[in-house]
């Protein structure tokens, strides 16, 4: 017979704990102290110890009553049954359920991020990159760190960068907006959450205005760099990065770092390895005549030690981010006007409007990823022999500049 709630709550505790039956395998188990809990009884098919098929009996737990009233307790063996009927152990389900909401709990954005940021570190990620990652997770931890990854919403992302936005620090917002959307596709690919909200979140944030790096791209005024790089009146090493950066027009990170284990004078080749550069590939750097004298220059000041350029302070240490820049401020040369940086902008407009070299060569040597990987993979092989003539072609060009600043003529990009 079914229970009622009348029966129910006319049941008395005694010494021992007993069942009220209800339907379909519900019961409620009446305790000694007088709690009133739910429990299903039902069979799954499993083997007896000698490993023979037998039916083993289970139950399931639904809660106590009134909390969970007679109606609801229905509703949840019956789903149960349902869950039985297509093949699945309900208890089973309840604990995986029960397992998966713990874990969950544990798995806050910042453990999962921090994961992240060493899956990125194992893959060889540049150290600054790494160290943009952790700054973008210290930033983002105050409102998002110890919520469970699982519990985010594109809301919650959205009042975690809009206070960086409010800032007037639009670029800053926008990258942070990348780096959560990183974490949450790393939770993604490891099955803690089923989707990205920040790809509901395009066009939710200001759009930083591009800001272009400073670069000298005037011929003329070409010259008067260079010839004020050689009045330069500070350091010899520094002296010798500055007069180095046009000629090969590599990163600033890139020559900074520089080690003479990587440098081939008598091949005119500088080899410079995949974890040091952007696109994690090695790049070759031909050397030109000019190049490869002041590397000899250098060599004769610091060819004893690892570095190329080390730096003042901590001779095993490279030269410091900041002393090329610094170099240019000191000729006189604003942030607005040069940077170091800048070198490979000047580069890479005056040698495409030479019409001399072939657009891809050029961006071979700039070391630009190719977006392609077909394409990319021919290309880092491609174009070598262009680009040696290319490098002294250069080279001698800067040479014309600084002795008289006269202008090789080059061919411009025809008026539209």
Not at 210 to 239: N, S, W
Not at 335 to 353: C, I, K, P, Q, V
Request: hydrophobic share 40%; proline share 6%.
């Amino acid at each position: 017979m079914a229970l009622t709630d009348t029966a129910i709550r006319a049941a008395k505790p005694q010494a021992k704990a007993y069942k009220l039956a209800d339907e379909k395998g519900l019961f409620l188990l009446v305790s000694p102290s007088g709690g009133l809990l739910w429990r299903m009884k039902f069979r799954v098919n499993g083997v007896d110890d000698s490993g023979q098929p037998k039916r083993i009996e289970k139950l399931l737990s639904f809660g106590a009553y009134p909390e969970v009233s007679l109606k609801m307790a229905r509703a949840r063996r019956d789903e149960a049954r349902g869950q039985q009927a297509d093949g699945v152990d309900p208890a089973l389900k309840k604990q995986q359920a029960k397992q998966a909401a713990k874990s969950a709990a544990v798995q806050t954005f910042a453990v999962v991020a921090r994961d992240c940021i060493e899956k990125n570190r194992r893959e060889g990620l540049a150290e600054a990159t790494l160290a943009k990652r952790a700054w973008f997770l210290k930033l983002v931890s105050p409102s998002l760190g110890n919520r469970p990854i699982s519990e985010i919403q594109p809301i919650d992302v959205l009042q975690a960068v809009r206070p960086i936005e409010a800032k007037g620090k639009l670029e800053s917002a926008r990258r942070t907006l990348e780096f959560i959307g990183q974490v949450f596709r790393f939770a993604v690919a490891n099955q803690l959450v089923p989707a990205d909200p920040t790809r509901d979140l395009r066009g939710a944030l200001t759009a930083p205005k591009p800001k272009h790096l400073a670069a000298i791209l005037e011929p003329k005024q070409v010259g008067e760099l260079l010839r004020a790089i050689d009045g330069y009146r500070g350091g010899m090493t520094t002296q010798i990065a500055l007069s180095l950066s046009p000629h090969v027009f590599v990163r600033p990170g890139e020559l900074r770092k520089a080690e003479w284990s990587e440098i081939d004078l008598e091949g005119a080749v500088w080899r410079i390895a995949a974890h040091k550069m952007k696109a994690r590939q090695e790049h070759a750097v031909p050397l030109s005549r000019q190049a490869v004298a002041l590397f000899r220059a250098a060599r004769d000041l610091t060819g004893h030690g690892r570095y190329v350029f080390p730096s003042i302070r901590t001779p095993a240490d490279h030269m410091s981010e900041n002393t090329v820049n610094a170099a240019l401020r000191r000729l006189g040369f604003s942030g607005d006007e040069m940077t170091a940086h800048g070198f490979r902008a000047m580069a890479s407009t005056l040698l495409n409007e030479s019409g001399k070299w072939q657009p891809d060569a050029i961006e071979r040597a700039l070391a630009h990823k190719d977006r392609d990987p077909i394409r990319a993979a021919y290309h880092r092989g491609a174009h070598w022999a262009e680009r040696v003539q290319m490098a002294q072609w250069w080279s001698d060009y800067l040479d014309q500049l600084r002795r008289d600043g006269a202008v090789v003529p080059i061919r411009r990009p025809a008026q539209r």
